[in-house]
Every structure is written in C-alpha cells, then in structure tokens.
C-alpha cells in the first residue's frame, strides 16, 4: 500500500518531526539482540483523557514441536496526556516451546498522532518505543509509522516498524495490515496480516520470512452507568510461509476508564 498524501503536517509539528529523525538516526546507527513483538495494530488516532489498562497476547500452534506453545503476554498502563500523543508503560512476559514462563521485559511506549482525524486523505502517526530486558539482554528501540484510513464503515490500518538493539545487531523491519468492517459497534468482523521484511540492509526475499493472515473480530461494550468501556481485538492467523507457526491466536483487551 502506498500512501500519497498533500498536506504539511511537518511544518505544523516540528518537535514531532524532528523528533522522529532522531529516532531514526539512532535506530540505523545503534546496535542489540531485538525482541519478538506481540502481534499487534496500532492506530494513529489518540484521544486526549483517557486512560487505560490493556492485555495483550498471542501463541503459536505448530505440529513443529520447536515452534508449538510459544507465547507472549503484555499488560499495559496508558494516559492520553494531550491531544497528541499517548504513552505507556509495558511489562512482557513469554514462554518459548519447552522452556519456562518468565518475565522478559519492561518499555515505554509513546504514540505522537501527526494529523487531525479525518482531515486529510489517511492518518498519520509515529510510534516510539524503548524496551529494557529483565534476563540480561540489553536495551532497543523500536521506530514505526501508523496509518489508517477510514471510509464509510470500512477501516484500513497499516503499521511499518523498525526495531534495534543498542548493544549490537541489525535493524529489523517489520509490518502489520488490518481492515475491519463496523457490522455494530460491539461487533467488527475483518481480516489481519502480519510479517517480518527481514534486516534494513539485506531484507532478502519475501519467502524467507514470517508472514500470517487470518480473520479478525474487535467490538467494544459501554459499562453500565457510563463508567469506561471495554474494547477488544480476537484474531487467529495461518502461516503463509514455511517460517511461520501454523496457527497464531491473538487476544487484545482494553478497559477505558
């Protein structure tokens, strides 16, 4: 998907940009081991106030027993300070195939909303994460542009995200590609892809990454008297090259208070 939008959401957002170049400027530079992102999408729209908790979680389902059970669980703390950005505090714990459940790593993840909701042809907006490891693994900082485009009742969500170690490594490239369909608010049927692309600078070809796709269902439900609203986002994948587990089920939940 290419997106051509005519607007100047950099002149009007300096700090936002000049920010974003130094963060890329550190990604390609830097160097680390890079940790496996749980499979998410996010949207560039933030709305100033809210505050939040939300679980996120996938696991993998493989007939290879070195790719079978492994999981990964987040919980997550956020604040809508300004009309924005978004920022977050994040725990990680995971389970590889036959090893133990364990706490893996701790991050703060922001997200700055470039441009007003709706304005222009798609939204944009940048996601800016640094993640500490609990078992000896360093440090990295992952780096992403967000889009979304909403028409109608039909939502189209695209992610592109860099992540880099700071002790060591490549700078890996990964992508995420949602569309969901507004059937009722408490019920959106869509579809969800997820990959990797490899290293920046050898991303060799397609089929020697991980890619998955597969039916998705988010929805959200207002608490009785007003008082917050629980969304939520269920997806199951299927591997579409021979690096991907055979199944990846996915469950996100939000409580907005």
């Given at each position: 998907?290419?997106?051509?939008?005519?607007?100047?959401?950099?002149?009007?957002?300096?700090?936002?940009?000049?920010?974003?170049?130094?963060?890329?400027?550190?990604?390609?530079?830097?160097?680390?081991?890079?940790?496996?992102?749980?499979?998410?999408?996010?949207?560039?729209?933030?709305?100033?106030?809210?505050?939040?908790?939300?679980?996120?979680?996938?696991?993998?389902?493989?007939?290879?027993?070195?790719?079978?059970?492994?999981?990964?669980?987040?919980?997550?703390?956020?604040?809508?300070?300004?009309?924005?950005?978004?920022?977050?505090?994040?725990?990680?714990?995971?389970?590889?195939?036959?090893?133990?459940?364990?706490?893996?790593?701790?991050?703060?993840?922001?997200?700055?909303?470039?441009?007003?909701?709706?304005?222009?042809?798609?939204?944009?907006?940048?996601?800016?994460e640094y993640?500490?490891?609990?078992?000896?693994?360093?440090?990295?900082?992952?780096?992403?542009?967000?889009?979304?485009?909403?028409?109608?009742?039909?939502?189209?969500?695209?992610?592109?995200?860099?992540?880099?170690?700071?002790?060591?490594?490549?700078?890996?490239?990964?992508?995420?590609?949602?569309?969901?369909?507004?059937?009722?608010?408490?019920?959106?049927?869509?579809?969800?892809?997820?990959?990797?692309?490899?290293?920046?600078?050898?991303?060799g070809s397609?089929?020697?990454?991980?890619?998955?796709?597969?039916?998705?269902?988010?929805?959200?439900?207002e608490a009785?008297?007003?008082?917050?609203?629980?969304?939520?986002?269920?997806?199951?994948?299927?591997?579409?090259?021979?690096?991907?587990?055979?199944?990846?089920?996915?469950?996100?939940?939000?409580?907005?208070?």
């Amino acid at each position: 998907m290419i997106f051509a939008v005519r607007f100047q959401p950099v002149s009007r957002f300096p700090h936002f940009a000049s920010g974003a170049a130094a963060l890329v400027g550190v990604l390609l530079l830097a160097s680390s081991p890079v940790a496996r992102a749980a499979h998410v999408i996010y949207s560039p729209n933030v709305h100033q106030g809210e505050l939040a908790v939300e679980y996120r979680a996938h696991r993998d389902l493989d007939s290879d027993a070195g790719k079978d059970g492994a999981q990964q669980h987040k919980l997550e703390l956020e604040y809508v300070p300004t009309a924005r950005w978004k920022t977050s505090l994040l725990g990680e714990w995971e389970q590889e195939p036959g090893g133990a459940f364990k706490a893996t790593e701790v991050a703060w993840e922001n997200i700055f909303q470039l441009t007003e909701s709706g304005r222009y042809w798609a939204d944009l907006g940048i996601l800016a994460e640094y993640a500490q490891s609990t078992r000896g693994g360093g440090a990295a900082l992952e780096l992403g542009l967000l889009a979304e485009k909403r028409t109608g009742k039909h939502t189209a969500t695209l992610n592109l995200v860099a992540e880099r170690g700071l002790s060591g490594g490549e700078t890996e490239l990964e992508y995420a590609f949602g569309w969901r369909y507004e059937l009722d608010e408490a019920f959106e049927p869509g579809i969800e892809v997820h990959g990797e692309l490899g290293e920046w600078s050898a991303p060799g070809s397609l089929r020697a990454h991980s890619h998955s796709a597969g039916p998705s269902f988010s929805g959200e439900w207002e608490a009785p008297g007003g008082d917050g609203e629980l969304k939520y986002t269920a997806a199951v994948l299927f591997g579409l090259t021979g690096t991907a587990p055979d199944n990846t089920v996915r469950l996100q939940l939000e409580w907005e208070f």
